[in-house]
């Protein structure tokens, strides 16, 4: 039997956990960080909350008798990302790192790539006045200061204090249309946007309506990916992966 423990979040986790589902002498645990309210959950068995750290994580691998590591965590999950790698380095288990590539700019797109969240909140003032924030809610007390400026917050669940003051939040969960977030972005009178660089097909249409409409947009670079672990971006290249490490009686 190969345990496999996914850590999940994305797309992508749910994906894996699904295409290994049933395969004969598999075990997948997926794993979720459990802050959002209702979330989608992965097929098969699943285990929420934190691990309480690199030493904590380890202990639950070696608890669950742990063989291999799936890091399927959003890009942005950067202590998740750090704590595996940790976690297994110490428990000697292979770790594959799931990320899906990031965005590319395309001709007529005017995007300004910055280095963090706090580069970002920095930067607006030059670019924009009426924001369109997409960088979730925990990410809102970085732009607090901004009096000057006016926000439109989309997230999954409701942010908390502190805020910009003048905010308005829109609770919504993707996947969004390409039509929808025009009509967004024009209604609210948008004239900047700014995301996370969290690539896939989820969240492209926000893009795409910038462009469409001349917007400038402030993107904020992922976190650097961790030296020597090795990645894939694909839930194909996973499983190629997964067949390669674990060898060929598993295959079947
Ligand atoms: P983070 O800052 O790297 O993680 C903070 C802590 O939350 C981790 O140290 C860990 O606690 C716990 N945690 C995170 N992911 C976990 C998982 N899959 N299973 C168990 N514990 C987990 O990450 P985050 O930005 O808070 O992201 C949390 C979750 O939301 C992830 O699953 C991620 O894929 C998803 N997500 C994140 C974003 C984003 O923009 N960051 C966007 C969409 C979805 P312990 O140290 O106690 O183990």
Redesign the pocket.
């Known amino acids: 039997m190969l345990n496999i423990l996914v850590?999940?979040?994305?797309d992508e986790?749910r994906r894996l956990a699904a295409a290994l589902a049933g395969r004969a002498g598999t075990h997948v645990v997926s794993?979720?960080?459990?802050?959002?309210r209702d979330p989608r959950l992965p097929v098969g068995e699943v285990?929420?909350?934190?691990?309480?750290?690199?030493a904590?994580?380890r202990a639950w691998i070696g608890e669950h008798r742990i063989d291999v590591v799936v890091d399927?965590?959003?890009?942005?999950?950067?202590?998740?990302?750090?704590?595996a790698v940790e976690a297994t380095g110490r428990a000697g288990v292979p770790l594959l790192i799931l990320r899906r590539p990031g965005w590319q700019a395309a001709p007529g797109d005017d995007w300004r790539w910055v280095p963090s969240l706090a580069a970002a909140a920095e930067l607006l003032p030059e670019v924009g006045e009426r924001v369109f924030l997409t960088?979730?809610r925990?990410s809102l007390p970085v732009f607090a200061g901004l009096d000057g400026l006016w926000f439109l917050a989309r997230s999954v669940d409701p942010p908390q204090p502190p805020a910009p003051r003048r905010l308005e939040v829109l609770l919504s969960r993707g996947p969004f249309t390409v039509e929808g977030e025009l009509a967004l972005m024009r209604d609210h009178r948008v004239d900047v946007l700014v995301t996370?660089d969290?690539g896939g097909q989820m969240t492209t249409a926000k893009l795409l309506a910038a462009r469409e409409l001349g917007l400038p947009v402030v993107v904020v670079r992922r976190p650097p990916h961790p030296a020597g672990v090795p990645a894939v971006g694909t839930v194909e290249e996973a499983l190629t992966w997964l067949e390669t490490t674990a060898g060929p009686a598993w295959q079947g």
């Open positions: 850590l999940g979040g994305t986790a794993s979720l960080a459990g802050r959002v285990r929420e909350g934190g691990f309480g750290g690199p904590g994580l399927a965590t959003h890009p942005f999950a950067a202590r998740m990302t750090a704590s960088t979730g925990r996370k969290s």
